[in-house]
């Protein structure tokens, strides 16, 4: 068991942002024969926009009587101009920054992204109240609570809720499934 | 005047002040969640505000903003993790004074900076917004355009580092943008086929997958770690020897925080985080910062709020959102047919001043809740992960599916969730996509407006006063990092060179 630890302030405004934090942490100077984890992600960006370009040619082409200003294409080739160009410069300028510690994927991440897969399927067939037990039950087990008849009576609660607050209450449709739309 | 005693007048009536109460209840308790931010329950209750009035729907997102910024303060104190990132600074004292004992000290001093905070900026907002747009009253698609690029510019402006990704990042979120059909052209772009996607990316589905789908993985990972929870006895009103002690760190951070505000982009945690460490470069009692400052939780606390109403200041006077969370807020006005800008000060004062408001209300109503009914709101804390983020997960795609009715909407939603995790993986905050992705639309239309205007004369853009002097702002924002660096660098280099003689 670990407690959590905060940077200062003075640190962590160095490394903030908007309204949002990041998952890395960071070490003073390039640690050697390693490649910075910046000059593969700009690389990698660098790729993933040349392939978007490419989308960018398979456009429809423009009837020549509307053809006047800029072409469809052009705006967000200018964007992804911009985006190769600061690619390039998060890459150049790696060196001069110090090197993210990127810890490697829980098991559990992997295991909670494979869960979200699982809520979608039970909700392509059994709609929002599929997707209310698998979430509920479902990711609740599997992060360690062992306490079913609890976790039952909140899927239950939370799809009861959920149909007399949205879609009686605020008359809004909720996602109905396969069976459902079958059943009907 | 008429105008605003309308806008206050729904203060009287007894459905406004519910719905008030209850965004700010909201606020509060989400704002306590660890991982649960303001923008995060803006976007997803923002479905919710499509069945409401658009006054009552924006007083609601409006109050969730103001409460959640002071309820991410109760776990910051309490147990050492922030529940909204605005908060990160006050836990760095709140936390050693609760371990002394004086919890509800600290968050007496918490409530009451806020409020403080806030008010002030509402009324700068009352007095600045209309000034705003008055002055905007006259801006075409160029000023317009530039306005756009010097909002998306200005997340370069925090920290070296970090600066780049961000442009990066809102760069992306531009891209995003032009998903959908080209107005001018009638041509689908990156639709792929995909019917559901000609209108564009929705905002909700995005910002849900964001902000709630990767915090939820990140979550995952942090299974392990368990907070140590400090018990909070009873409430406890600052002193006067501490609001003596505390006036100027409140004064000052106020101010920073309301203007940091107003800049485009800059947001409630760029504030508490400069208002913290200016409140200990001038406050006589430098040695407690870090080890329970009651000024270093003021000065934060107090800018976090103020940041709240400066924030508003250009979203509801250009339509340029001042944060993530307002840039929720300005979808909220748009699904509600309310178009934010300069006309809207003409054409529907009456909301707008409602929208002030409810905000004063809010930060008025979350004193009240925050002195008595604290302890009741720590107590959120204790819900295990294990529940909560299913919980979260649900809510998630309701909120994804509500507004289209479409399950593509959810698929994009957990699209984005994954993309997101990456995102803040490789140390890319997925904010700044929330502010590409609002205003790119406005990018890319105001440029091909402007082209026309100007017969596709692009230096026709410098005949323009305003867009030169945007540009100039533009560009010193963007290099303003490597400018202090170098300013720094060559002060340092000139300090050892006298040295030496």
């Not at chain 2, 080890?291 to 003021?298: L, P, V």
Request: with cysteine; aromatic share 8%; charged share 10%.
């Amino acid at each position: 068991m670990t407690t959590r630890q905060l940077p200062s302030p003075t640190t962590t405004l160095a490394a903030s942002t908007t309204e949002g934090g990041d998952e890395t942490s960071t070490t003073a100077g390039p640690a050697p024969g390693r490649v910075h984890p910046d000059i593969v992600t700009g690389l990698v960006i660098i790729a993933l926009c040349l392939a978007v370009w490419g989308v960018t040619l398979a456009f429809d082409d423009v009837p020549a009587a509307i053809s006047t200003g800029m072409g469809p294409e052009t705006f967000p080739r200018l964007v992804l101009g911009v985006i190769i160009a600061l690619s390039c410069w998060l890459a150049l300028t790696a060196s001069n920054r110090c090197r993210p510690e990127i810890e490697a994927v829980h098991p559990m991440i992997y295991a909670t992204a494979a869960a979200l897969g699982g809520v979608m399927a039970a909700m392509a067939v059994f709609g929002i109240h599929g997707a209310v037990v698998a979430s509920v039950i479902g990711i609740g087990r599997l992060w360690g609570e062992r306490r079913l008849p609890l976790l039952a009576t909140i899927a239950v609660g939370m799809s009861l809720s959920l149909h007399f607050a949205f879609v009686r209450g605020f008359g809004i449709g909720l996602p109905r499934g396969l069976l459902q739309t079958w059943l009907s | 005047m008429d105008a605003f005693l309308a806008g206050m007048a729904i203060l009287a009536d007894p459905y406004m002040v519910g719905i008030i109460l209850a965004g700010t209840v909201l606020g509060v308790i989400v704002g306590a969640l660890p991982g649960l931010s303001g923008s995060t329950t803006a976007a997803l209750l923002l479905p919710i505000t499509i069945t409401m009035s658009p006054v009552a729907g924006i007083a609601f997102l409006g109050a969730i903003y103001c409460a959640a910024n002071f309820g991410g303060s109760i776990t910051a104190i309490l147990i050492n993790t922030p529940g909204d990132p605005s908060a990160s600074a006050t836990a760095y004292d709140g936390y050693p004074m609760a371990r002394r004992g004086e919890a509800g000290r600290a968050l007496g001093m918490s409530t009451i900076a806020s409020a403080i905070g806030g008010i002030f900026s509402v009324f700068v907002l009352i007095v600045a917004a209309p000034l705003l747009a008055k002055a905007a009253y006259s801006f075409g698609p160029p000023e317009y355009f530039a306005l756009a690029i010097f909002g998306l510019s200005m997340l370069a402006a925090v920290g070296s580092s970090t600066g780049i990704k961000n442009l990066m990042v809102g760069a992306f979120g531009v891209l995003l943008a032009t998903i959908g059909l080209d107005l001018m052209t009638g041509v689908d772009r990156f639709t792929f086929g995909v019917p559901e996607l000609s209108e564009g990316l929705g905002l909700v589905p995005v910002l849900t997958g964001l902000f709630a789908i990767s915090e939820l993985l990140v979550q995952a990972g942090r299974l392990q770690i368990i907070p140590e929870r400090l018990g909070l006895n009873a409430m406890k009103l600052p002193s006067m020897a501490d609001y003596r002690k505390c006036a100027k760190a409140i004064g000052l951070s106020s101010v920073l925080g309301t203007f940091i505000g107003i800049l485009p982009a800059l947001g409630a945690t760029t504030a508490a985080l400069i208002s913290y460490n200016e409140t200990r470069r001038w406050s006589k009692y430098k040695d407690e910062f870090g080890k329970g400052s009651i000024e270093g939780i003021a000065g934060p606390e107090a800018a976090n709020n103020a940041a709240v109403g400066g924030s508003m200041v250009p979203t509801l006077a250009l339509g340029i959102p001042g944060s993530a969370t307002t840039a929720i807020i300005l979808a909220g006005l748009i699904v509600q047919g309310v178009r934010p800008g300069p006309h809207l000060f003409n054409e529907q004062p009456a909301l707008l001043y409602a929208v002030f408001a409810s905000m004063l209300a809010s930060n008025l109503m979350y004193v009240v809740l925050g002195l008595f009914a604290a302890k009741l709101f720590a107590r959120i804390t204790l819900i295990p992960d294990a529940i909560l983020w299913p919980g979260v997960l649900v809510f998630a795609i309701v909120g994804a599916y509500g507004p289209n009715q479409s399950l593509v909407d959810v698929w994009v939603m957990l699209g984005f969730g994954v993309i997101g995790y990456v995102m803040r993986r490789y140390g890319f905050s997925p904010a700044p996509l929330v502010m590409g992705l609002v205003l790119g639309t406005m990018v890319e239309e105001t440029l091909k407006q402007s082209l026309l205007i100007f017969d596709h004369n692009w230096l026709l853009f410098f005949t323009r006063p305003i867009v030169v002097a945007l540009f100039v702002v533009t560009a010193l924002s963007v290099c303003a990092p490597w400018l202090a660096r170098a300013i720094r660098g060559a002060t340092k280099s000139a300090r050892l060179r006298a040295a030496e003689k």
